[in-house]
């Protein structure tokens, strides 16, 4: 869980613990990516990521564990269950498709909206609009 500012593993390392799956990467975006936000990759790199994200089109790599800082190395979660934060206007149901949206949150995959390819988990609890739930996760990278 923690974050450095020089790596301590090599980036794209795995590992597994209590059912989890985490890939070590960088943050080379221009903001910290706050625990239970979602990342995307960076163009710079596969193993960069970043929460800026100003449209819906942008496929989850994983989600932050913890807090950490623009160019900072740390672990995201890539596979299993995992608090997730929802933006403004979304609420989910038990079993929605999630996908990422903008900024690092979360929203519904709409059936008759979305794109099947951007969904990376599903709803294991029902959460209010602009609130923070559980999904089970599969980022890309999983």
């Not at 943050?27 to 960076?42: E, F, L, P, Q, R």
């Not at 079993?95 to 903008?102: C, H, S, V, Y």
């Not at 008759?112 to 739930?133: H, K, M, Y």
């Amino acid at each position: 869980t923690q974050t450095t500012l020089t790596p301590s593993v090599d980036l794209g390392t795995r590992r597994y613990e209590g059912g989890k799956e985490y890939i070590y990467v960088y943050n080379n975006g221009g903001a910290s990516i706050t625990s239970g936000y979602g990342v995307t990759v960076s163009l710079l790199s596969g193993y960069s990521v970043t929460v800026s994200s100003t449209t819906q089109v942008n496929h989850c790599v994983g989600v932050a564990n913890v807090t950490f800082a623009t160019a900072a190395y740390g672990w995201i979660m890539t596979k299993g269950f995992v608090k997730i934060k929802l933006s403004a206007n979304n609420s989910m149901a038990l079993n929605d498709p999630i996908k990422l949206g903008t900024d690092g949150l979360f929203g519904v995959n709409s059936v008759s909206t979305g794109n099947i390819d951007l969904q990376c988990g599903f709803a294991i609890e029902a959460v209010a609009s602009n609130g923070s739930g559980s999904i089970y996760l599969r980022g890309i990278f999983a």
